[in-house]
């Protein structure tokens, strides 16, 4: 109880404040981004590719270009940058006011070019691999072209895309798939809900203005319509898809802003300024911590040593790429760093 009571240090609330500025910038670059592979798809050839049932190439369709994810990357350099100039509120008065962080720097930009290429990476993977599932279910079913389609890349609203399947993880397009196979079937309707009362969508993603209808058709026994169930798959992804940009924003954030300020003092470092930094693990007080970064709380070394985990996982600092996203999804963990001046 203690510990989560500790007051919040100078460092971990200016972080908490940019972290704030940040994560709205890299959510709606996100989004944008999202959009933009969207309406990069060519519909006429993904149809064309589900009649051929060429499974394999209609997939391939949703790797996404890195042209369409500049705004995302330049969001995540923004970030880190922030990060790196954020250092000179933390130092001493003697050198706050002559630091400059050269976010030009050859490191500094192959350590946020890196970040960005990465997180493609993996929307772009988990968009093919998602599609894949999609496309595979839709034949084995038999449901029409057009309808799969619709789940892929959404319906058009004005120049829009709405929907479609960017933005969602694997896990995610896995529940969107059995909640389509569920709400089709009269006899595994019920399965929407996970309690006996129907109260509780299983799925926390589902959007509880469709519980009434899914109710109604568990008394009735009659199944809902091809259109109801497309209603809520869709309203499904829009809320799946939502919460994973609120998630990427923040982890995306928190990574580049502390990789930001790791560069910030090794360029105190190499510049003479410093002549020595350490650094401190501080635990954010997280719902639900990780034990080895509990165990962390406190720890100080020095700049150039690295933090180790349970696992045998070596951090440079908290949300150290990597760390990977088992050691940086849902952290609040921060590091803090303290300067030694050269003597005159």
């Not at 994560?23 to 990069?40: C, D, G, I, W």
């Not at 330049?74 to 933390?90: L, P």
């Not at 300020?261 to 693990?281: C, I, M, N, S």
Request: overall charge positive; aromatic content about 6%; glycine content about 8%.
């Amino acid at each position: 109880m203690g510990r989560a009571m500790a007051r919040k240090t100078a460092q971990q609330k200016r972080i908490e404040a940019l972290l704030q500025r940040q994560s709205v910038a890299v959510r709606k670059a996100f989004l944008e981004a999202l959009q933009k592979a969207t309406n990069a798809v060519d519909r006429d050839a993904l149809i064309r590719l589900l009649e051929a049932n060429d499974v394999e190439r209609a997939a391939a369709l949703f790797r996404m270009e890195r042209g369409v994810v500049f705004p995302l990357e330049e969001a995540i350099r923004n970030a880190f940058i922030g990060g790196g100039m954020a250092v000179a509120d933390d130092l001493p008065k003697g050198i706050s006011g002559v630091f400059g962080f050269d976010g030009r720097h050859p490191r500094a930009i192959a350590l946020a070019e890196r970040q960005a290429a990465a997180l493609v990476t993996y929307i772009s993977d988990d968009a093919v691999l998602g599609a894949r599932k999609i496309i595979v279910d839709g034949l084995n079913t038999n449901r029409s072209l057009n309808s799969v389609a619709r789940d892929l890349v959404g319906r058009k609203v004005g120049r829009q895309r709405v929907g479609g399947i960017f933005g969602l993880t694997e896990p995610q397009t896995d529940r969107m798939i059995n909640l389509r196979s569920l709400l089709s079937h009269p006899d595994r309707t019920g399965e929407y809900f996970k309690d006996a009362d129907f109260r509780i969508p299983r799925y926390k993603e589902s959007d509880r203005r469709f519980d009434a209808m899914v109710r109604r058709a568990i008394k009735s026994g009659r199944p809902l319509s091809a259109a109801d169930v497309e209603r809520i798959g869709a309203a499904y992804k829009a809320k799946a898809s939502g919460n994973r940009a609120k998630i990427v924003a923040r982890n995306e954030a928190f990574v580049a802003q502390a990789a930001g300020r790791a560069e910030g003092y090794q360029q105190l470092l190499d510049d003479g300024r410093a002549e020595a930094v350490t650094k401190k693990w501080q635990h954010g007080f997280s719902k639900e911590p990780r034990q080895d970064h509990l165990r962390m709380d406190g720890e100080t070394i020095d700049f150039d040593e690295v933090f180790v985990m349970d696992d045998g996982t070596r951090m440079r600092f908290p949300h150290d790429p990597a760390g990977g996203a088992e050691h940086s999804i849902g952290c609040r963990c921060t590091c803090v760093y303290r300067v030694k001046l050269p003597r005159d």
